[in-house]
Structure formats: structure tokens, C-alpha cells
């Protein structure tokens, strides 16, 4: 039975404090949050849990193999050193920290000390996200031709990083799992309509490999929400449209024969083939913190390297470092 | 009764024969092309009408006014000038011209001869357009925080120009007309995802006054046709989707008090305003290529200017050659 | 080639004249209308054609093979009569007739005239109709559960038939199309919400062989226009929905093992099966008219019998009797 | 502090526990169930609830103000009588009973003894509901022209209940609430498409004062989930679709004058009227459970009667009984 440490019980913590309290193979030991208001509630609700203000309480105690960090962004690289320095496995949420080296060396501290260093990238979880990769199986998809994802909403505006950093990591992330790679470079505009002091709206371009780009567009201003991703290629288009229940990922076929995929100066005058089959494929519902969760556990116990390990999140981290000086440079191509 | 010429009866050409014989106020009275099969397929639509093979032929007849000409883009600049120089008032699809010189001249000829040039940006007289438009008034909407379109569909693939300059007209077009300016300049990263020769997808941004963005979205390479123009400001987001014939138009409002728009230091993490009600407002059903050739003919009667005259048209142009040399230098912003 | 007269050029004629007068095969030869202003109109567009103001006028003219009738509902039987009397075939808009006896006098007078007797039932011509079909091929379909239809919008009301015989013939003759027969018995319930003078909105069930049942609901005074069918069976549901452009016919999958269908008395709390996949596959577009004039010359040139053939409509035109009588009875099942 | 005992701890008995340890003003006393797994379940989550086995042994005890029963519907009936006789107030679940008469003995003993007797008919408390009844106020919605209802998936079917009884009380609860009164008659046709004991499909249509129609599908055969109700009036038309999360309910206004509304014979043949703009007004969230059992012990505190009272339940019942009774004269109308 592992027994694991939660630090935060703010607005997510709770989230993870009632899935790990679930898991079979997982107790929840401790709860670490510096309110006191918070730890009563968490002493209401899991009546056996120990609690402390502190991580260095936290990690004084035996019996804690695994810490769990949902503290705000800000605070995540130091705590998850000292988690790893105390020699603890670490689910941290994203990002893991908010710049690039630090980034490394927590990565690098993670390999050194034989621990599972993992980053709560959920939608790598996600079933819509996992059914999506699946419709990009290269029989059945062909080349990639580019992704494109959009994530709007009004707000909640964060005060410590800007609409980039806040809702881009997703996208990237899984931008980067359904490619199997990282971009190459990024090319961006932002703007702060809100009047507030960092990019509210943006407009990202990413390079990847094989001249495929990512495009993704963020915004704290627009009263639609849209969690939406799209992947392009020779075959068929694939959606993954989060806030469709009931059909939450969408293949859209090219019909007709494969011999206009690459127009020549005969043929593109015409329609390049034709729109086939719309098929939405049955995706199993289920809890992607869960699954998250479930695949730390099994991580530690069978020492595998989760998919979205340190140097997974230091791709991300570098990216969003490239989108910010390109934001500041209005849009030139900076190299990740 | 004002005596029109077509210059051009091949793909686009026959619509503006329907519309134009079906005008009070205006008559069809040659068709120039220089096939002969396409000349009496003309003549046996519509009997009583004269014919020629060149734009020659059909300016040394007495009696035509004005001209319509739809013909291929690389043939416009050309032959704008000659019906100009004859007099007669042009009406001529888009892009005036390929070039901006040219362009800057054709408009000042247009002047300089007191005649009406216009051209064919027909979304201006499309019934959704003008009710987006509406629902842009300063007291509904508040401020533009940003505008973005989508133009995707699996080609048809133009040989003569990529497909920015396909498809992204519209775009620009119609964001001028919104905002009643110009952009300052652009930012736009392109591929060529299709293996040809000219690039078929692109991401494009646009920078207007007061630090408003506008973003582009064309692709030829995309299974799911969309066409989608989005107006984002303080009070309301307004949306025209030209493929939803029920709902063509939408105001998504946010809800709640105004006080949360410029977000400060103590408000700013929490949501920013609420959602509120969404609005379909009826849209009333009409062609916009006969709005189109009935303000034609209306301004030719009153001496007026229609909207998308030559330096309307310039405007386009220059945009389109900025995002061109944008695409070349990799994203970095361009001045139009 | 085939000369055909057309009875009738008010507000549905026109379309005859355009689709036939595009055939290659057929010719339109006559154009009869009582209205002077309407022969001159149609002899306006049609330079060519002959006109005249009754039927009798018609026929006496030499070399008209087939006669195409598009005039009041109340006026079709009489003219069809004419018409078959006079050798000539016939096609003519639905209901051939408004009530079952002098129907069934037509049905059997084209067959001992030995002429194609073709009612204009222009969805069994629909490509989004012939694909539902197609999706219920037994294999992928299995058994037949049920059917259901929609047909509401606001008006156009009708001052001479109910709204059951308005907008149910369409639903009828899509059932009897898709199920290969005709229903046993009616159980129907109307009212009039407008307080006009006849029944404008109805709820209708129809009893058809293996105990599958009917359902269709007819409104004039909905102000949300719907027009869609629905096929339920063993595998999949099935979908027609004429107004969604870019999805008209979509299969819902029952997914999992088929041993669930019949549910026992053990299995039958849990769920029945599971949610499957939803395909919406491709319908090639095309104008249903055309489809429906151009069966109608093959039939004549084959000596074949059309789909919709004078038994046909008389199976549709006993259900709408049917119906009436069980509506004035207040829903007690009435035999067709 | 109302100290309330629940009555059955399996498939939804749960979901009162959570929201009954959760609300002010109220407390969760004891749980009562006749399985010790579940039993020792409800001590894990709540620690300090009490427990028992049968509900003798929970009226027994001293401080139970009030009684819920979730248990199943065969055992409504003699629970909630057992429970009144015992001076408890009760909520229990849909349907109160399976028969009339008894049912009626339960709402006048509740009557007598001066107890508050409420039917769990969740929908009432449904904030989608509750705007849809706001859409339908008078001046905005004119008169009632008709409703109707879907509620149609795959399965769970029932082994004590058909369709009806297991569906259809949702809506004649919600069509009662929003017409103020109970249907008069029902004409119903049923089927066991599935070949169980009974009746899986059923289309019913209800007739209520001013003969206004009520139209209700109910299917376990579909495997395309629907949850839909609508209003038809003079004005607008108002729909509430369960699984629509972002728009559940919205208006289909009647545009331009209302001088159509009752169509003459000059103009019933045209359209009545035109389509106008459609509505979405914003639904604030939040769990119908929660409002219900609030809405219970306000009940309790003020000597209040709620909505769904012993009286609106027994409606329901009648309403079921006579649609029963329909199916079995295959139509025919029967009183209420």
C-alpha cells in the first residue's frame, strides 16, 4: 500500500484528495495545506488523514513515499525539489516550474535519484485525447498535415502568469503526445485587451518536425468557452471537442480516390478528392485524474518512466519560454 | 435603363448573367468570352443578347455603360484599365489586381475619369455580414478586443495564386468593413502541406488600430468545410457561420455587471463577468450577388461611391502582399 | 425525344419547366395555365414552347406523349383522368386524389390503359432518403423496431386540406417506402390551435405489419421548422434529417454483443447493450425533381413501373382517410 | 437542526445521503437499509450516522423529524404509510404508488395527520424547467397551443414497471407544473419491440383544459439518448433538452406582427407569420436534488405545501393509469 502526501488542499487539492482516496493500491496519508481552516475541512471529510502546515512536516514523517503538489504555480519547482531531495516520488501539477533551466535540474535531480518525477498533464488521460491519437494511427490518417486547437473562455484571469502559460500547456502538451515530438520553434502574437498587466489573447504558431505546424489559440476574453483540438491530415480530419458529450471526438474522412492527395498542374485546379464519412467513435467515460493518478501508482511499483515525465514537461516549459520572447519580438520565429 | 457588358461567361460569370437579367433598372446586353461554346450557351439563355470574343469587340459597341468582368485574377488588372480608359464603369471580381502599383493606379484612373470602379467582395452585401455588423453597435458590443475567421475546405486549388490569396480576401475584407479601417500589419506563418507549388494552409495575423488583432485561418487541405467570421468585444461576442442557414448569426453575451471587464489586482483571479444569453437574431434571407449589382447600378445612378471601391480594393491588395512577405520571413511582423 | 406538356405553371410548375426543360431525353412541348400572365411568363423563358389555357387544348395537339400535372390538389383527379383517357402518360403531384374510390378508378385505368401513371412523391427520389434505406439493410440494421417523423414549421397553411394531408403524405410515403408495404391501421389525435377551420397540428400512429409501429407529428404552427424521419431497429437508429446540409442521415450504433436484444428476465435491468459508434456518412447531393423526371421518362421508354406508381399513392391516400376517421373518433385505431 | 432518516441505501439512496449531510438545517440521523454491505458502507462516509435494517426499527427511535424513502417502487406505497402513521413528514420517491386508490389514501392521511408528504419529482427543481415555465409567462408566450416530450435510450429496462411508468412520470409532472393542471383524457399506443413482458416504447397524447395537447415518446429501444421537452404557444416556442449543457433551454420566437396569429381565409394560405430570433437565456447551474430536499424541510419548518404534494403525485398516477388502459383499447381515449 503506498502511502502518499498531498501538499495543497486549495481549489484543486480536493480533486486529488477524494481520487487518491478511492484508488486501491493508494492511501492517502497526509494533507499539507498552511490554512488551518483547510485542514479541518480535510480532517472532516477523510477522518483518518494526519495533516501539517508545512512540507518539511510532511517529509519528517515515515511511511510518505509519494507527494502529491497542487499548490499554486509559482511555488511548484522549489517544492518539488525538496520532495525529491527527501528522496520522495513527485506528481506535480503543470507546469512543473516557470522557467527553463530550473526545469532541467529538477528533471536531471529526478533521473539522479531513481525517483518517478511526473507532471499532471491530465489530457494525456483523457479518453477523447487518448480515442484521438488512435483515429491518428498513420493507416488510417495518412501524413500529418498540421494541428490546430483553441481554448477560450471568460477567464479566470491568473495573476502570476499570463493566458499563455496559464491554457497554452495543455495544448502543447498534447500537441507533442499526439506527434511523439517537440517543436522546433514558435512564432506568436498576444495582446491585453483586459488592460491587465501580461497577454490575455494569443495567437501561437509552432514548428515541428516534417514542416508540421501546431497552431493554438488562447483567450481569457471570450464569453464562448471552446476546449478543441484538431489534427489534419492526408486522410481524414480528427476532433477532439472536450465540451461535446456526447460526441466528443470526430473523424472527418477525405472520400474518393488518393491520387489528388498531391495535386499536380493538371489536377489542383479541382477539388482536391472529396469529403467522405463523418464518424463519431465511442469513447469510454471515465475520470482523467484518475487514470492520472493510477498511472503514477503503477509507475513507482513497476519503476516505469511515466509519459509525462520531467524532461516531457521541460519540452513544454521551453516552448512557452520561446512563445514569450516571441510575443515580445511581435510574431518573429524564435527557436524552442 | 442601363446597358451592362460581361466580360467573361466560364465558372463565375453565368451567376452574374441570372442576376443581371433578372434587374429592373439594368439589361444584360453582350457577354464577352472568347469561347464559342461558352457564346452559345450565353445566346441560348438568353436570346436577345449580343456577343463577342474580346473586350475590344464589346467597347466599340455603342451604348454599354458598364462592364462586369469575371475572369481569371491574373487578367483583371488589365482588363480594369481598358474598360476605364473607355469610359465605362467597372465592376470587376476580386482582387482588382495582383500587384499594389497597379492597383494604386487603376483606383486613381477610377477617380481621375469620374467613373464607378468596384469589386466584387460580395460577403459586404451578404445579409449575415451587415447583421454581424449590426450587432457590433458601440452600446451592444463595448469595445473590439479582437476579431478571427476560419476559411477551410478541401481546396479547390488555384494554380495562379496560394491559397492567402484564395481565400483570405473575404477575411480581410469583411474585418475592414467591421472595424472601418485597415490594418497596420501582419504577422503569418504558411506551408505547403499538399506537396504543390504555392503554400495551402496559413495562420495570419493582423494588427488595426487600437491594438486590435484579427486572425486568419485558410486552409485548402481541410475535410470539414467552415466559414466562420468572429467578433470578440467588452459586451458580446458576435458570430457569422455562413454554412448554419438556420442560425447564421450569434450574440453570445456576457452576463452580469460590467465591473469586471477591466479586471485589477483584487478581482482579477476570479471569472471575469458571467456568461449571459445567446442570441440567433433572424437574418433575412437574400442573394448578395443581386444586392451587390443593384448597388452597382445605384451608384452609377447617384454618383455614388460603393463600398469596395478601388481603395477599398487597394487596401486588400496591400494587406495580401505584406502577409506574403511575412510568410517569407517566418512570421516577423510586416507593415501593410 | 419525349414531348411533354405541363399543366399548371403557378408556384410549383416553374420548377417542372426548369428541370425538364434541362433533360436530355424530353422536350418541354406545352405549357397550359389559365392565367395569360403566366403563359406569357413561361413563353418568356421558354422561347420555344407552345402554350395554351385548358387541358382539353393540349391534348388535342399532336405529339404530346406525357403529360406532367402541377395544379391544386383538388383538381388533380379530374386531370389525370383527362389525361389517361387521352392515351397520354402522366405524372402528377401528390395526392392524386382526396378520397380512396375514384384514387383506385385512376390506379386501374392506367393499367388497363396500359400508360405510366407516376405521382410525384419526390423524397423516394431524395439521395438523403435512399441512403436511410440503404443504412437499413437488414444485416447492418436487423429487425425493425419502429419509426418516427417531424414535419412542423409555421404554415403555409392550406384553406382546402388538413394539415395531415398537407405534410403527412411525405411521411407516409417514406414509411411504405422503407418498410416495403402499408400500414393496417391509424390511431390519431388533432387539433386546431389556430382556430382555423381544419385540423393544423396532429399526432399520428400508424400500425404496419410484425407489429412495427408508425409515429409522425405534423404541425402548421411551430415556429421552429423540423423535418426529419427516424428508422429504430435491432443495430442502429437511422437518421434523416433534410435540413442539416453537411449530415443529412446519420446511424446511431447499438455497440457491444447483440446479446442484450432480447433482454430475459435476468438481463433485462441492466442496460440494453451499450452506446455505440454515430456515423454520418457521405450523401452525394443532388435535386430530387430531377431524379424523380428523369425515372419518370425511363418508365415510359422501359415500360416500367414507377415506385410511385398509382397503387402506390392510393396506399397513401387510404391512410390519410384513415387517419381522418380516427381523429374524429379521438384516437381509436381505425383499419386502413 | 430536522433530523431525517433515509429509507433505502442502494442505487440512488446515496445521492440523498451526500445531499442531505451537506445542508444546513437539516442533519442525517439514520440510514436504513436491509443489506449489511450497504449498511456499512454509509457508517464509512459518514461516520456518525446511526443504522438499522428495517424502517420499524428507524421509527422506533427517538429525534427522526422526517422520512426519505429511496427504496423501489413496489415498495412505495406501504413505506410512506407506515411512516405517516408514525407522524414522520416523508419525501419519497416517483411514483408514490402503483394503483390509484391507494394512492389517494396516502395523500389524505398526510392530510389528516398534518404531515408534509412530497414526491421526489426532481424535475420541478430543475433549473431548466423552472426557466422554461419563466419562458411561458403569459405576455411573452401567449396562449398554450401544445407541448411535447421525448425521453427515449437504451434501456435500463425495468422488470416491475413498463416504459411508461418508468419514463413518463417525468413528463406529465413537468407538463402539469408548467399548465397548472392535469390532463383530463389519454390516447396511447405501446409496443414490446424488444419482445419482453412489457410495453418498451410508447407515443401518448395527453388533453388538458382548453384542448391543449400533450404529446410524450418514450422509448428504452434508442440508442440515441434524448431528454426534451417543449411549448408550443402564440408567441414562441420553448424547449428544454436535458443534454444540451451549454443552451438547455431556449425560445423560438414568432417575428413580425401577430395579425396571423388566427389566419382568415384571405391569408391562412400563406405563411402565418415569420420565423424571429432564437434565445438562449442563461440557466445558472446547480443540483436539482439539493433544491428539492431544501425545498422539503422549508416545507417542514413553515407549514408549507410543496409543489409535488401527495395531490400533484396522485395526478401523475391517475394520468398513468388511464394511458395504461389506452394501450390496452389500442388508442381509444380514456378519461383520466
Given at each position: 500500500m503506498l502511502k502518499i502526501g498531498l501538499v495543497g488542499f486549495g481549489y484543486w487539492g480536493p480533486n486529488y484528495a477524494r481520487v487518491l482516496s478511492d484508488l486501491a493500491g493508494a492511501e492517502l496519508a497526509v494533507v499539507c495545506d498552511p490554512s488551518p481552516e483547510r485542514l479541518e475541512l480535510a480532517r472532516q471529510r477523510y477522518p483518518g488523514v494526519a495533516t501539517c502546515e508545512d512540507i518539511d512536516a510532511l517529509l519528517e514523517r515515515d511511511g510518505v513515499?509519494?507527494?502529491?503538489?497542487?499548490?499554486?504555480?509559482?511555488?511548484?519547482?522549489?517544492?518539488?525539489?525538496?520532495?525529491?531531495?527527501a528522496g520522495r516520488h513527485v506528481l506535480v501539477e503543470k507546469p512543473m516550474a516557470l522557467r527553463v533551466e530550473p526545469g532541467a535540474a529538477l528533471a536531471e535531480l529526478a533521473a539522479a535519484a531513481g525517483r518517478v518525477l511526473m507532471v499532471g498533464y491530465t489530457f494525456l488521460y483523457n479518453a477523447g485525447v487518448r480515442k484521438m491519437k488512435e483515429g491518428m494511427a498513420p493507416d488510417a490518417f495518412g501524413d500529418v498535415y498540421y494541428l490546430h486547437a483553441t481554448r477560450t473562455n471568460l477567464g479566470p484571469i491568473r495573476t502570476d502568469v499570463n493566458v499563455v502559460w496559464d491554457l497554452a500547456p495543455h495544448d502543447i502538451a498534447i500537441f507533442n503526445y499526439l506527434l511523439g515530438g517537440e517543436p522546433r520553434w514558435?512564432?506568436?502574437?498576444?495582446?491585453?485587451?483586459?488592460?491587465?498587466?501580461?497577454?490575455?489573447?494569443?495567437?501561437?504558431?509552432?514548428?515541428?518536425?516534417?514542416?508540421?505546424?501546431?497552431?493554438?489559440h488562447v483567450s481569457w476574453a471570450?464569453?464562448?468557452?471552446?476546449?478543441?483540438?484538431?489534427?489534419?491530415?492526408?486522410?481524414?480530419?480528427?476532433?477532439?471537442?472536450?465540451?461535446?458529450?456526447?460526441?466528443?471526438?470526430?473523424?472527418?474522412?477525405?472520400?474518393?480516390?488518393?491520387?489528388?492527395?498531391?495535386a499536380d498542374s493538371f489536377g489542383e485546379f479541382k477539388l482536391l478528392g472529396r469529403h467522405g464519412d463523418i464518424v463519431s467513435p465511442k469513447v469510454e467515460p471515465g475520470e482523467p485524474l484518475k487514470t492520472q493518478c493510477l498511472e503514477f501508482i503503477e509507475c513507482i511499483a513497476r519503476g516505469r518512466t511515466p509519459l509525462a515525465d520531467g524532461r516531457f514537461a521541460l519540452g513544454v516549459i521551453r516552448t512557452l519560454a520561446a512563445i514569450d520572447r516571441s510575443m515580445q519580438s511581435k510574431g518573429a520565429t524564435v527557436e524552442v
Open positions: 513515499d509519494a507527494v502529491v503538489i497542487a499548490t499554486p504555480a509559482s511555488t511548484h519547482e522549489a517544492l518539488v525539489r525538496r520532495a525529491l531531495e514558435a512564432s506568436a502574437i498576444g495582446a491585453r485587451v483586459l488592460h491587465t498587466s501580461r497577454d490575455d489573447i494569443a495567437f501561437v504558431t509552432l514548428g515541428y518536425a516534417n514542416e508540421v505546424l501546431g497552431n493554438i471570450d464569453p464562448n468557452k471552446v476546449r478543441e483540438s484538431v489534427a489534419v491530415g492526408t486522410r481524414r480530419r480528427v476532433v477532439f471537442n472536450d465540451l461535446n458529450d456526447g460526441e466528443p471526438v470526430r473523424y472527418f474522412h477525405r472520400g474518393g480516390s488518393d491520387n489528388g492527395a498531391t
